[in-house]
């Protein structure tokens, strides 16, 4: 099973619409969960951090359920200026102090919002 | 600040060739990564650092080699290129060692090997 795997996509909505993405997570011991989005020849930038009790910022919210490992991404009222690929991803602590991780992104999916 | 930067932003290879590719901060970041991207495999952690003088392995290390005598600086180095390193190759670092920081990605570079 890979680390991170995420909905391969793509989605095309109307403008207005609401889209979710899920992401799954293989290791349960995983710490910190994140969306990125990147748009097109771009770098990737952050989105939001997922926390455990969910977390909104504006149109969009995004989930965490540990007990299932994965999380989600909710996009209300659709905008044009949505479209682009959204990464979800997963941070391994790899020692017991935590100063020493490693983050995994998912493959991505790539949202076209339509007029 | 400029953030992070990344040069070259395009390259061209031959195969069995070498070269480095630049990455630097100026924001005091502790951690740095380098990640490729290919299509349909998504982003792919090469080799990652948690501060000056300590550097780890990703994902697909393979191939490259990467060290870490500042904290400004993570260079990646390509020993002999190969057309399976034909990708874009971005950078990213963040404030602290712990993992629920921002990354803060490069522009990228794009790297065809012939």
């Known amino acids: 099973r890979k680390e991170v795997e995420q909905d391969p996509g793509p989605f095309n909505v109307p403008e207005g619409a609401t889209v979710a993405f899920n992401c799954t997570y293989s290791?349960?011991?995983?710490?910190?969960f994140f969306w990125y989005r990147q748009d097109c020849r771009k770098e990737p930038k952050l989105l939001m951090s997922?926390?455990?009790s969910g977390n909104e910022d504006g149109r969009f919210t995004a989930q965490l359920n540990r007990a299932s490992q994965y999380i989600s991404l909710l996009i209300r009222d659709s905008k044009l200026s949505d479209s682009a690929t959204y990464l979800c991803?997963?941070?391994?602590?790899?020692?017991?102090?935590?100063?020493?991780?490693?983050?995994?992104f998912g493959k991505g999916t790539l949202l076209t919002v339509n007029p | 600040n400029a953030g992070v930067t990344q040069t070259p932003k395009f390259q061209v290879l031959k195969t069995g060739q070498s070269m480095t590719l630049q990455c630097a901060q100026d924001?005091?970041?502790?951690?740095m990564s380098w990640y490729r991207q290919d299509p349909g495999m998504g982003l792919r952690l090469i080799h990652y650092?948690?501060?000056?003088?300590?550097?780890d392995q990703g994902e697909v290390p393979n191939g490259y080699n990467v060290s870490r005598s500042t904290t400004e600086d993570f260079p990646l180095r390509l020993l002999s290129a190969a057309p399976s390193q034909t990708s874009v190759y971005f950078c990213?670092?963040?404030?602290?060692?712990?993992?629920?920081?921002?990354?803060?990605f490069g522009p990228g570079t794009r790297l065809t090997v012939l």
């Open positions: 290791n349960s011991a995983s710490q910190s």
């Open positions: 650092s948690v501060g000056a003088g300590i550097t």
């Open positions: 924001m005091n970041h502790e951690y």
């Open positions: 990213a670092s963040s404030y602290s060692r712990v993992s629920y920081n921002e990354q803060f």
């Open positions: 997922v926390y455990s």
């Open positions: 991803a997963v941070a391994l602590i790899k020692n017991s102090g935590g100063s020493n991780y490693k983050l995994t």
